[in-house]
């Protein structure tokens, strides 16, 4: 934990409206379901301004409106930053081991905090 690298670019023709950045975390997930408030546990797989990719033990049905929330520390960070907003699952896939799942979120507005965790580029 604690390291930020940059993916490499895509190898397909669509661009990426955000760069993405390998940033793994505990987030923690709040949603509804019905009449309950569930929480749960992740693990970020990669960050943009516009999205997180995550890796939890619950699934997530594709649609659901989440907030989220995680804090970043370490490396060239002065002190931890806290990086939480808003988004909706888009895409929801079996995760590398049981019992786990790939969950894509895309934030309803840019997470403006993650500016502060992230690497200049030129």
Do not use: W
């Not at 939890?56 to 990086?83: D, H, N, Y």
């Amino acid at each position: 934990m604690g390291k930020i690298t940059e993916l490499p670019p895509p190898t397909y023709l669509k661009q990426r409206k955000y760069r993405r950045f390998n940033l793994s975390y505990p987030v923690s997930l709040k949603f509804r379901r019905g009449h309950f408030a569930i929480e749960v546990e992740a693990t970020s797989k990669n960050v943009s301004v516009g999205g997180l990719l995550l890796q939890a033990a619950a699934e997530i049905p594709p649609q659901t409106r989440i907030s989220f929330a995680m804090t970043v520390q370490g490396g060239m960070l002065l002190r931890p930053v806290r990086i939480s907003g808003h988004g909706k699952v888009v895409r929801v896939e079996p995760g590398a081991q049981d019992q786990e799942f790939a969950i894509a979120v895309q934030c309803l507005s840019p997470v403006t905090q993650i500016r502060q965790c992230l690497p200049a580029t030129g």
